[in-house]
C-alpha cells in the first residue's frame, strides 16, 4: 500500500508501548478515496489507542501519521482540529454545565477563528449555523436544554453536532453506536449515512456492532494485538479466513 | 564566608534530621489520607496543634508524667479525627475538590479559634523529661538526647507503617484504595471503616508528633498555618500518596531548611518553596509517585 | 429571543451604570468612615473578582491569588516611596508586575491539571512571599514598606468642585474609576467568544482541545489577565492603606480570597463581589463583638460547604427564580 500525496491520511509503521505492553505494533494504512472506512477488532485490540494516536491525543513510538501530506505526528489536537481531522469519543463526551446550543457555538467559535476575539460580544452569534447543525443531527428543539438532560441517544447526536460544528474533512467516530438501544442505532446509522453524503466528509470509524458496519463500511481493516491481519471491502472481510478464526477464537 | 565548624555542621544535621522526622509522622499521615480518601486535607495541620496542646493538658493533669502524656494525646487527637471522619469529612469524598480544600479550611478557622479559646494565646511549654534532658557529646559534636530519642522513635514508626502496609491484609487494602480502586471492590472490602481507620491513623500520627514536639517548640495557635505549608512541600516533592517519598521528602525539607539557616538564613524559607515548584514543573508527580498528572 | 436578551443587556448596562454612580455619589453625603470601607470592600471586590476569572469561568483552582494582589502592592509602594515615581505611572506598573509575576507562574501552572495546579499556584506564592519576606533592603522584610507617600489629589476635589474633600475621599473615587474599569473589562471577556472558550475548559478540557481551543495558551492568558487585575488592585490598596505587608501574599490570604468569591457564588459574575463585600461587613461587625472572627468565619464556610455551594448568588437566583416560574 503506497502512501500518495492524494491522501487524506497515511499511518506509516505506527508503534506504541504502555509499560511493556505493545498496544500498537506496526500499523500501516492509507485513506484516499471513498466515503466510511471502519477499523473492527476484538477487544484491547488496539482500536482506541490507534485512534488516539492518529488524533493527538497521545504520542507514537516510531512511525509516522500524515494528515492532508503534511506529517502531524507531532501537532495538538488542537491544530489537528482546525486541519479538518476531527473527532468523537467512546464515551459521551460533551460540556456538560453548557447548554446544547453553547455545545455547538463554542465548536463553530473555535472553528471560525474567532476564539480569540474579545469584541463583540458573543450573545446568540452564529444561531443560523447551530440551527442548521442542530436540524441535521436531529436535536434542534433541544437548544436550550442542558447535555445530561438528554437521553443518551440525544447526547451522541449532541457530540456528533459538536464535531460537525468544526467542519471536518475527516471525521473519526470512536464507537458511534455503543451503548445505544436498537432504535437508537438505526437513526443514527441513517444519520451518519446522510451526513456523509450531505456534507462530503470521510469517516474513520470504530466500532462493535457488525450490523452497522457492514451496513455502513465500504472498507475495513481488520486489528487484532496492535497489527493489522486484514484489510479490504467488506465481501472480501466476510470471507477472511484469518478474520473468523481471530473473532471466533476470542469471543 | 567562614566555614562552619564540624559541631556546628553535626548540631545542624541532627536537628535537621529531628524535623525531617517529626515532619514526616505528620506528612505520612496527610499522604495516606490523600492517596486513599483522594481528600486534601488543610485541616491535618490543625491535628498536630491539637496534638501539641492536648499533650500540654495531659501533662498537666498527670503531674509530668510525659510518655503517659504523649500516649494519651495521640489517642485523643486519633478519636477526635475518627469523630470528625464520621460526622463531616465523610460527606466531602465525592464532592468537586473545590468544596473539599475549603470545607478542609473551614475546620482549620474553627479549630485555630477553638483552641485560642480553650488555652489561650500565650506561649505554653512541656519540660522535656529529666533522663533526657542531658546531651551525648562526641568529640566536639553535641547530640541533645531528646532529638535521638525522637529520630529513633519516628523511624521506628516509619518501619512499622511500611511493614503493615506490606505484610497485612489491612495494607493491602490501603494499597488497594491508592492504586487500583477495582482491586479494592474486588477484595470485599468495607471502604468506609477502611477510610475511618486510615483516617483516625493519619490524626493519630499527627497529634502523636505534635505531643512529641512540645518540649521542643513552643506550643502556640499558629502552628497549624505554618507546618501545613510544609507538609504540602513535603508530600509534593517526595509525590503525592507515596509512602517512601513522603519519607524522601521531609528529610529533604529537614536538611535544607537546617543547613539553609546554617549558610544564608534569609534563604531557606526560599529554597524550600523554590525545590517545590522545581518538582512540580519537572517531575509533578514527586520523586517516586506515580500519579498522571498532566 | 434575540430581542429578549437584547433588552436584557441593555437593562444590565444601565444597571451596571446606575451602581457606578451610585457608588460615586457616596462621598458625597457619607461620613468618611464609610468612604475608607467602601474604599477597601470596592478594591478586594475586584480582587475576587479577578480571581472568578480563573475558578469561577475556566475552573482553575488558583491557590495563589494573592500573590499577585502583593506584588502590585509593593511595585507601587517602592515605586512611589523608593523611585519618586508619579502615583499614576507607579498604579500602571502595579498592573504590570501582577501581570508579568502570573505569566512566569502561569506558563508552568497551565501545564499541570487540578490539584496539581492547585499545588504550583502556591507554591509560586510560597516563592514570592518568601521574596518579599526575606529581602529586607528593598521591602521591609516582615515590617513591611511602610509610609507610602499619598498622592497630591486636589486636582480631583478641585473639578467636582469640592475643594473641602479629604484625600481619602478623593482617593476613593479614583479607587472607583479604576474599580469600574477593571470591571468592565472583565465582564467584557466572560461575554465575548473568548469566555466561551474558557467555560469549554471548566466543563470538559480534553473536549475543548477537539474542538480546536489551545487550553493551555488560554489559559495563560487567562492567568495574565487575572493577575494584572490582582495587582492593579494591590497598587489601589497599598497606597490608600500606605503600607505594605508580606502577609498580604501569605497563603492565608489567597484562601481568604478563595472564600469570599465561593461565599458569593462563583457560579456568577457578581458573586464575588456580594460575598466580598458581605464578609467584610460581617468582619467589621464581628470583630467589635468578638476576638473569635476565624470561628465565625469557619462556621460560614463549614454551612456554605454543607449546604448552599452555590453561594449567597445562587441562592438568591434560586429564590427569583421560583417566583418567577410560579
Same mark, same amino acid.
Given at each position: ?251 | ?100 480544600? @475549603? ?51 519516628? @523511624? ?30 474486588? *477484595? ?98 514527586? *520523586? *517516586? ?6 | ?233 494591590? /497598587? ?6 500606605? /503600607? ?53 468565619? /469557619? ?28
Amino acid at each position: 500500500m503506497n502512501a500518495s500525496a492524494n491522501d487524506l491520511l497515511t499511518v506509516r509503521a505506527l508503534r506504541k508501548t504502555f509499560d511493556g505492553f505493545q498496544a500498537i505494533r506496526g500499523v500501516d494504512f492509507s485513506i484516499g478515496h471513498g466515503r466510511v472506512h471502519a477499523v473492527i477488532g476484538p477487544n484491547g485490540a488496539g482500536k482506541s489507542t490507534l485512534f488516539n494516536l492518529i488524533t493527538g491525543l497521545d504520542r507514537p513510538d516510531e512511525g509516522e501519521v500524515t494528515f492532508l501530506g503534511s506529517p502531524c505526528s507531532h501537532m495538538s489536537p488542537a491544530s489537528l482540529c482546525r486541519r479538518g481531522m476531527v473527532r468523537s469519543f467512546q464515551k459521551s463526551n460533551t460540556f456538560l454545565g453548557l447548554s446544547v446550543f453553547e455545545n455547538i457555538q463554542a465548536a463553530i467559535v473555535s472553528r471560525s477563528g474567532e476564539g480569540w476575539k474579545i469584541w463583540p460580544p458573543l450573545g446568540r452569534r452564529f444561531a443560523d449555523e447551530v440551527q442548521e447543525i442542530a436540524e441535521q443531527v436531529g436535536i434542534a428543539d433541544k437548544l436550550d436544554l442542558l447535555p445530561e438532560d438528554l437521553a443518551y441517544g440525544y447526547q451522541r447526536q449532541l457530540e456528533l453536532a459538536i464535531a460537525l460544528a468544526s467542519r471536518p474533512r475527516l471525521l473519526l467516530l470512536d464507537e458511534p453506536t455503543a451503548g445505544m438501544s436498537s432504535t437508537d442505532t438505526h437513526r443514527a446509522v441513517a444519520l451518519l449515512k446522510r451526513i456523509v453524503e450531505d456534507l462530503n466528509i470521510v469517516l474513520l470509524i470504530t466500532e462493535h456492532d457488525m450490523g452497522v458496519v457492514f451496513s455502513l463500511a465500504e472498507r475495513i481493516i481488520v486489528l487484532a494485538e496492535g497489527q493489522i491481519i486484514a484489510d479490504g471491502n467488506p465481501e472480501d472481510i466476510r470471507a477472511n479466513a484469518e478474520v473468523k478464526r481471530v473473532y471466533l477464537g476470542k469471543s | 564566608m567562614e566555614l562552619p565548624s564540624l559541631s556546628a555542621i553535626g548540631a545542624q544535621a541532627v536537628s535537621g534530621l529531628t524535623t525531617a522526622m517529626l515532619l514526616f509522622l505528620v506528612a505520612s499521615g496527610l499522604s495516606l489520607i490523600f492517596g486513599v480518601l483522594r481528600l486534601l486535607n488543610f485541616a491535618h495541620g490543625s491535628f498536630y496543634m491539637l496534638g501539641a496542646y492536648f499533650a500540654w493538658q495531659f501533662n498537666t493533669w498527670l503531674q509530668g508524667s510525659f510518655w503517659l502524656s504523649v500516649l494519651f494525646a495521640a489517642i485523643a487527637t486519633g478519636v477526635l479525627g475518627a469523630l470528625l471522619e464520621r460526622v463531616l469529612f465523610r460527606k466531602f469524598y465525592d464532592r468537586p475538590e473545590l468544596m473539599q480544600l @475549603l470545607f478542609t479550611y473551614s475546620i482549620v478557622l474553627i479549630v485555630s479559634d477553638v483552641v485560642k479559646y480553650i488555652w489561650g494565646t500565650q506561649q505554653l511549654g512541656i519540660r522535656r523529661p529529666e533522663m533526657l534532658s542531658h546531651s551525648f557529646k562526641f568529640g566536639e559534636i553535641v547530640l541533645p538526647s531528646y532529638n535521638l530519642v525522637i529520630i529513633v522513635i519516628s @523511624l521506628a514508626i516509619a518501619v512499622g507503617i511500611w511493614l503493615l502496609l506490606q505484610g497485612t491484609r489491612l495494607g493491602k487494602m490501603v494499597r488497594a484504595a491508592a492504586f487500583d480502586r477495582e482491586m479494592l471492590s474486588m *477484595l470485599g472490602v468495607d471502604v468506609r471503616m477502611l477510610y475511618l481507620l486510615v483516617f483516625s491513623a493519619g490524626c493519630f500520627l499527627a497529634g502523636l508528633a505534635g505531643a512529641l514536639v512540645a518540649p521542643m517548640s513552643a506550643v502556640v495557635p499558629g502552628m497549624d498555618a505554618d507546618i501545613i505549608i510544609s507538609l504540602f512541600i513535603i508530600v509534593v516533592i517526595g509525590g503525592l500518596g507515596s509512602f517512601w517519598g513522603t519519607f524522601l521528602g521531609s528529610i529533604i525539607y529537614g536538611m535544607v531548611f537546617s543547613f539553609g539557616i546554617l549558610f544564608i538564613p534569609q534563604f531557606s524559607l526560599f529554597a524550600v518553596a523554590l525545590i517545590m515548584v522545581v518538582i512540580l514543573i519537572v517531575k509533578p508527580e514527586g *520523586l *517516586l509517585g506515580r500519579e498522571n498528572t498532566r | 429571543m434575540a430581542v429578549k436578551t437584547l433588552d436584557n443587556k441593555r437593562n444590565r448596562l444601565l444597571m451596571a451604570t446606575a451602581l457606578f454612580l451610585g457608588l460615586g455619589a457616596v462621598p458625597f453625603f457619607a461620613p468618611p468612615f464609610y468612604v475608607v470601607f467602601l474604599n477597601d470592600a470596592l478594591i478586594i471586590a475586584c480582587l475576587s473578582m479577578s480571581l472568578n476569572l480563573l475558578v469561577g469561568y475556566t475552573g482553575l483552582i488558583s491557590f495563589g491569588h494573592a500573590a499577585y494582589f502583593g506584588l502590585g502592592a509593593y511595585a507601587c509602594g517602592l515605586l512611589l516611596k523608593s523611585a519618586g515615581l508619579p502615583f499614576g505611572v507607579s498604579l500602571v506598573a502595579a498592573g504590570a508586575f501582577g501581570g508579568l509575576g502570573a505569566a512566569v507562574a502561569g506558563f508552568f501552572c497551565v501545564r499541570l491539571n487540578r490539584v496539581y495546579f492547585s499545588m504550583l499556584t502556591l507554591a509560586f506564592s510560597l516563592i514570592f512571599w518568601a521574596i518579599c519576606f526575606r529581602w529586607n533592603d528593598l521591602t521591609g522584610g516582615d515590617q513591611g514598606l511602610s509610609g507610602i507617600p499619598y498622592p497630591n489629589l486636589t486636582w480631583i476635589s478641585q473639578m467636582i468642585g469640592r475643594p473641602d474633600f479629604s484625600s481619602a475621599q478623593s482617593y476613593y473615587l479614583v479607587s472607583l474609576v479604576v474599580v469600574a474599569i477593571c470591571i468592565a473589562a472583565m465582564w467584557i471577556i466572560v461575554s465575548s467568544p473568548v469566555g466561551l472558550m474558557l467555560r469549554t475548559i471548566r466543563e470538559n478540557e480534553q473536549r475543548s482541545t477537539f474542538i480546536g481551543v489551545e487550553t493551555r495558551r488560554v489559559k495563560l492568558a487567562i492567568f495574565i489577565v487575572a493577575g494584572t487585575i490582582a495587582g492593579l488592585a494591590g /497598587g489601589l490598596f497599598a497606597v490608600f492603606n500606605r /503600607g505594605v505587608y508580606p502577609d498580604f501574599m501569605y497563603w492565608t490570604k489567597s484562601a481568604e480570597i478563595l472564600i469570599m468569591a465561593l461565599f458569593g457564588g462563583i457560579g456568577s459574575f457578581w458573586g464575588p463581589a456580594i460575598g466580598s463585600l458581605t464578609l467584610l461587613l460581617l468582619h467589621q461587625e464581628t470583630v467589635a463583638l468578638t476576638e473569635y472572627w476565624s470561628f465565625a468565619l /469557619g462556621v460560614i464556610l463549614l454551612v456554605l460547604t454543607l449546604r448552599f455551594p452555590s453561594g449567597l448568588w445562587g441562592l438568591f437566583e434560586r429564590f427569583t427564580n421560583t417566583r418567577r416560574s410560579k
